[in-house]
């Protein structure tokens, strides 16, 4: 298979996890016999000082044209000017606007070899396997922004269409997991979570009744998500409230530097990055822990080009690297090992 990917690097640690990941998927590509065409384009703040845009037209383009997209990270201290009207987080909130991503994949699972890391006891982490679903396109994020004097206000808007797109992926892939969606809200005072809370449970009604459904207010969710998270599978929400959880999350895993996401549409080139952010204060260190972009390209692999072997070769990979006792800084201040040597690692396992 020929694949056409679309680099987008970003800011801070983004080149470094990027390439990083890309070592791995070259590897991949010659194992299993692929070829990969990679066209590299600016994104972040690092197109704010190219081009004078977060998104300029010339990414945009390669991304439209392109199977997949891998993203490092945007964002930084030298952008972070309140009072901007051109910011980093633009860029991306454009390039899942325009490529119509209203999805966000965030899977969550415990690796054995990490659990001493994780701040929970030991018997809370049996079982964690979550996959949350975060709603991308909408909600306050998108809403309208003004100032009005000393007043200040951000719009939240929902449509039954967009919830309705969410609320139906969620429910499939349960149908391959465990059978179980938890829908998070806060229902009890705001009225967009009110339409969630009613749309989510007429399409699980009316189009998935061998699925069970339960809703979580979102503050209760946050508590439960530490203190039972085995009691989850499948969890579903709007933006705002999945940014959130799915970094409280993160802490179950040992690090943010080990979770991948998919941003998904119904259609055309997926985006897939780590979850952490760019770590400016890290950058050009060879210090960044790579496997979250690394496994963002597994779920490149098994979204966008349905090469499920490949896939789960890198999985394992990752996997038997932590195994052996492998760890970048963020998991072990002793003997840690650099971005691009973990990546090789990885890559030799493969």
Known sequence: MH?????????????????????????VAQRF????????????????????????????????????????????????DPGATVRPEQGLLRLRSELGLFANLRPVTVHPALVDLVPLKAERLQGVDLLVVRELTGGIYFGEKRREGDVAIDGCRYSVLEIERVVRLAAQLARGRTRRVTQVDKANVLETSRLWREVTTRVMREEFPDVAIEHQLVDSMAMHLISKPSAFDVIVTENLFGDILTDEAAVLAGSLGLLPSASIGASGPGVYEP???????????????????ILSVAMMLRWSFKLEAEAAAIEKAVSDVLHSGARTADLSRENSLGTDAMAGLIAAQI
């Open 3 to 27: 694949m056409r990917i679309a680099v987008l690097p970003g800011d801070g640690i983004g080149p470094e996890v990027t390439a990083a990941a890309l070592q791995v998927l070259e590897r």
């Open 33 to 80: 016999g692929h070829s990969v065409d990679v066209h590299e384009a600016l994104i972040g703040g690092a197109a704010i000082d190219a081009t004078g845009s977060p998104l300029p037209d010339e990414t945009l383009a390669p991304c439209r044209d392109s199977d997949a997209i891998l993203l490092g990270a945007v964002g930084g201290p030298k952008w972070s």
């Open 275 to 293: 979850i952490h952010g760019s770590a400016p204060d890290i950058a050009g260190r060879n210090i960044a822990n790579p496997i979250g972009t």
